[in-house]
């Protein structure tokens, strides 16, 4: 569904049906309450760039709100986990390279 940044985003839900205004996003809507989401956080968040680029059903993201620097803003900070390799997945837009080889150019200077 079309966030109010619009982008496309799969955890974005609104309700406009017979002049109802429901919007959450399904990913943060565990946060507690001083981290609640806000139709603005749409606007900088990384999911949907990362949706787009990485389709694999083993991903899993996590969703937390962070602060700018000298805590001005709020944003949404993404953590990202395979549950088929077990490992946190430190480029999510990539992925951690067990289903999808990794090109040598994205793993050079990573090992050893
Ligand atoms: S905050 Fe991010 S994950 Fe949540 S609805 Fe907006 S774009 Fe999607």
Request: glycine share 6%; with cysteine; proline share 11%.
């Amino acid at each position: 569904m079309r966030t109010p940044a619009g982008t496309e985003c799969p955890y974005f839900y609104g309700d406009y049906y017979r002049g109802r205004n429901q919007e959450e996003c399904r990913l943060l809507e565990a946060a507690p309450p001083a981290n609640h989401w806000t139709p603005d956080l749409c606007r900088t968040c990384p999911v949907p760039a990362i949706t787009r680029a990485n389709a694999c059903p083993h991903l899993v993201l996590t969703a937390s709100i962070s602060k700018t620097l000298l805590g001005l803003r709020r944003q949404v900070k993404i953590e990202a986990f395979c549950t088929k390799t077990n490992q946190a997945v430190s480029e999510p837009q990539i992925g951690c390279g067990e289903c999808h080889p990794l090109p040598p150019i994205t793993t050079e200077g990573k090992s050893k």
